[in-house]
């Protein structure tokens, strides 16, 4: 049975205005929240997303702790008017442990876990509304997040949904068209243009995925660009309140900064 509304008209436009290979609206906030070590609330269109990350700290369970190596914890949670369903998700629900686990594997190998031996890094993720595009959202958020935290990764994880309609490729999937389309999730590493993960959530003819695949990962290099600016931003407005802060003496030399930040920066 096809959908009530038009996913892609004869202009080229979707049923939410954009065109084929559009983005939807960023939103990024970087601001803290309670005691986490490192936050980030994130907006891709209508889905909303916090993360809140904790530690690296001493690990609670001695028996999860590894020796040579920080352990990565993700919990997800689902607030329930998040979504049209009303229905509240327990943390034991399998599409959210699913979530978590996709997370977690995603950011294992980018995460400089060998700093931090005998330590845990509890990564909190809250779905605050959804309209497609979860996966990805939460991943863009997680990555923030732990740079808010200060904590070592080679690179950015940047991710982005792709699907097909008929034969017209489509990025940054709204929940009409993912319940629709065939589709999956890519997450790149700008830097050095490696592939983190691909998730297939439903079956995509393998004549299709190359093109998607190319598409997704030069979207991820244009979230890249929008989540760089958001951390240049937040970054340059703690220095503004450390250079505020500090006070010239009187009839003295000025004191001198413990750290010179260079203007660039290597992400």
Known sequence: MSSRVEILNDGGYRSDGRRQYELRDVNIDLSQQGTADGCCTISHGLTQVL???????????????????????????????????????????????????TIKSTFEPVVQTTLYPRSQIDIFVQVL??????????????????????????????????GVHATSPLLDLT???ENDLPHMTVAVMPRTSKVTLVALETRLHVDRFAEIFSLAGEAG??????????????TGRLVGVMETGMKQPIGGEPLERDVVMDDRMDF
Do not use: W, Y
């Open 175 to 177: 929940m009409l068209e």
């Open 129 to 162: 509304q959804q309209d497609g595009g979860l996966l990805h959202a939460c991943i863009n958020a997680t990555t923030l997040a732990l740079i808010s935290a200060g904590i070592p990764m080679s690179d950015f994880v940047c991710a982005v949904s792709g």
């Open 51 to 101: 993360v809140t990350v904790f530690g690296p700290r001493e690990a609670k369970m001695r028996s999860q702790t590894l020796h040579d190596r920080a352990v990565i914890n993700v919990e997800m949670s689902v607030l329930p008017f998040s979504t049209g369903e009303r229905r509240r998700r327990a943390r034991a629900d399998r599409r959210i442990l699913e979530l978590a686990a």
């Open 221 to 234: 290099q244009a979230l890249h660009r929008e989540m760089r600016r958001a951390v240049r931003g937040r």
